[in-house]
C-alpha cells in the first residue's frame, strides 16, 4: 500500500494565497502545511491551520518578509529604511548570529502563541534569500 503526501508550499506568504491553500484542505487533499513564519499571511495562516489538528506542519524557515522581533532588535538582518529583511548577505560577518537566533526563536514562539504548537518539521532555504 502506498500513501500520497500532498505538500503545500509557502503558506503564510499572504491572505490571498492562504485561500487557495486552505482549499486544498477543504475537500481533504492536503496532508502538510509548510509555514513561512514571517511573512505577510502567517497570522492568517497559524489561525487557519488550528482547524486541521491532523494536518501536519513544516517550518519554511527563511528571512524573506519583516522580522517578528521589532526590527530595531535585529539590525544586521534588515534594510533600516523598510525594516524587512536584507537579501544577498555574502558574508556571515555582516549579521549578527545572536540576532538570528533571537529572530528564529520569536517565529517559533509565534507559532506556539497562535497553533498552539511548534511545527512538526523545519526546511531552512538559504540559498532562496
Not at 486552505?22 to 495562516?45: I, K, N
Not at 545572536?98 to 523545519?122: F, N, S, T
Amino acid at each position: 500500500m502506498y500513501k500520497l503526501i500532498v505538500r503545500t508550499d509557502d503558506v503564510g506568504y499572504s491572505d490571498v494565497c492562504n485561500i487557495g491553500t486552505f482549499e486544498v484542505y477543504d475537500h481533504g487533499w492536503g496532508s502538510h502545511l509548510e509555514l513561512m513564519l514571517e511573512s505577510p499571511g502567517t497570522v492568517d495562516a497559524l489561525e487557519r491551520a488550528k482547524h486541521y489538528p491532523w494536518v501536519s506542519t513544516g517550518w519554511h524557515a527563511h528571512f524573506w518578509g519583516a522580522p517578528v522581533l521589532p526590527p530595531e532588535e535585529v539590525p544586521s538582518l534588515v534594510i533600516p529604511e523598510t525594516g524587512r529583511f536584507r537579501h544577498g548577505i555574502q558574508r556571515l560577518e555582516d549579521i549578527s548570529y545572536d540576532e538570528i537566533l533571537a529572530e528564529m526563536r520569536a517565529q517559533i514562539d509565534r507559532c506556539l502563541r497562535i497553533l498552539g504548537k511548534a511545527p512538526d518539521v523545519g526546511d531552512f532555504h538559504p540559498e532562496a534569500d
